[in-house]
């Protein structure tokens, strides 16, 4: 299994750099695979893109990245189930909690809660919105506060 790559191309002027991050994303939904890549690029992340959840978890052990984002529901194995092989491979070999970002259409208060309760950091809304994504960046990797949730208009 080899992640499909995404060339990190310069950066918009108008926008935050993060030149030099790289990003799974884990997306079933070719649509949403080419939009994701797309705005992770304008924001300098190089990103691996894979179609399932067995397929992310295979791509974290054959490589680090600086933050996790994936669908909620792909098959073969959810973002859950793969979300919680990820940490258990983490912790296994002493790695360095990355930055793990739920994106789903399903933004009900209840949903959003569970994600984090089962080891997401952040939930990202569908449809998704640059800013949003830019948000989510800034959070994993300045540490800047946002909102728990970013959503389409954040």
């Known amino acids: 299994m080899t992640a499909a790559k995404v060339q990190a191309a310069a950066p918009s002027s108008k926008l935050a750099s993060f030149q030099g991050r ?3 994303v884990a997306e079933d939904n070719r649509a949403n695979q080419v939009v994701i890549s797309a705005m992770l690029r304008k924001l ?3 990103a691996d ?10 791509a974290c052990k054959n490589g680090r990245y600086d933050i996790y984002i994936q669908d909620y529901s792909m098959p073969v194995m959810n973002g859950v189930e793969a979300l919680q092989a990820i940490l258990g491979f983490e912790l296994s070999r002493n790695r360095v909690h990355t930055f793990a970002v739920v994106c789903t259409a399903n933004t009900m208060s209840f949903q959003v809660e569970e994600y984090l309760r089962e080891g997401f950091d952040v939930h990202l809304s569908k449809p998704l919105a ?23 208009g954040a």
């Open 44 to 46: 300098g992340v190089e």
């Open 49 to 58: 893109i894979v179609s399932n959840g067995r397929q992310a978890v295979e």
């Open 130 to 152: 640059l800013q949003g994504v830019k948000k989510v960046l800034a959070l994993a990797f300045e540490g800047k506060a946002a909102l728990p949730s970013a959503g389409p």
């Open 22 to 24: 790289r990003a799974l």
